[in-house]
Antibody, heavy 120, light 111 residues
Framework: EVQLVETGGGIVQPGGSLRLSCVASGFTIAGRWMHWVRQVPGKGLVWVSR????????DDAAFVKGRFTISRDNAKNILYLQMNSLSVEDTAVYYCAREAPTGGEALDLWGQGTLVTVSS | QSVLTQPPSVSGAPGQRVIISCTGS?????????VHWYHQLPGAAPTLLIHDNTERPSGVPDRFSASKSGTSASLAITGLQSDDEGYYYC???????????FGGGTKVTVL
């Protein structure tokens, strides 16, 4: 089955760190740009970060620059999001998503999401 | 406040047609970046409905169609069904922000 499964979410104190993983199965991530998108429960979708298929280029939303780092291990078929200096505003469900091969940033496969709660 | 503006909600009776708008600007939709649409049920992940302005992925019924003109895009749902309820999001790229952007989402209710 073609799917993405995120893990690594949980409860962390403000200022803390978490690393999210996104394991792909049924396809290889090596040929695809990959993204992270987050959603505060009950609110809308917010783009977080993206990484080129070979990992040589990446881009982040302004609100995460310097705090979050997207990376990938194509050999293991895993996408990562290292999150540092977390604040309560980072509390959200984090989704990994695969970019469609059409080149327009459409996200054609999403994981089920992992909840990150930042709270003291 | 989202860079792409969508109506908070739309509703229609079964079988009717509803249209969801997505209004942007010259740095995103108006700059010829593609617009994509997603459907999301509460508690579930989004699914791709339309990509690159008008293209339906395989498996998406032709009741769903989309268009783009100038700095706006729209999604039309014809023959509204109860399964169509949920939230719909538009998505594009903004060159001023150098970022991918989503609309605020529209809740569709089938009366």
């Amino acid at each position: 089955e073609v799917q993405l499964v995120e893990t690594g979410g949980g409860i962390v104190q403000p200022g803390g760190s978490l690393r999210l993983s996104c394991v792909a199965s049924g396809f290889t991530i090596a040929g695809r740009w990959m993204h992270w998108v987050r959603q505060v429960p009950g609110k809308g979708l917010v783009w977080v970060s993206r990484i080129m298929s070979d990992g040589t280029w990446k881009d982040d939303a302004a609100f995460v620059k310097g705090r979050f780092t997207i990376s990938r291990d194509n050999a293991k078929n895993i996408l990562y999001l290292q999150m540092n200096s977390l604040s309560v505003e980072d509390t959200a469900v984090y989704y990994c998503a695969r970019e469609a091969p059409t080149g327009g940033e459409a996200l054609d496969l999403w994981g089920q999401g992992t909840l990150v709660t930042v709270s003291s | 406040q989202s860079v792409l503006t969508q109506p908070p909600s739309v509703s229609g009776a079964p079988g009717q047609r509803v249209i969801i708008s997505c209004t942007g600007s010259s740095s995103n939709i108006g700059a010829a970046y593609g617009v994509h649409w997603y459907h999301q049920l509460p508690g579930a992940a989004p699914t791709l409905l339309i990509h690159d302005n008008t293209e339906r992925p395989s498996g998406v019924p032709d009741r769903f169609s989309a268009s783009k003109s100038g700095t706006s895009a729209s999604l039309a749902i014809t023959g509204l069904q109860s399964d169509d309820e949920g939230y719909y999001y538009c998505h594009s790229y903004d060159s001023s922000l150098s970022a991918s952007i989503f609309g605020g989402g529209t809740k569709v209710t089938v009366l």
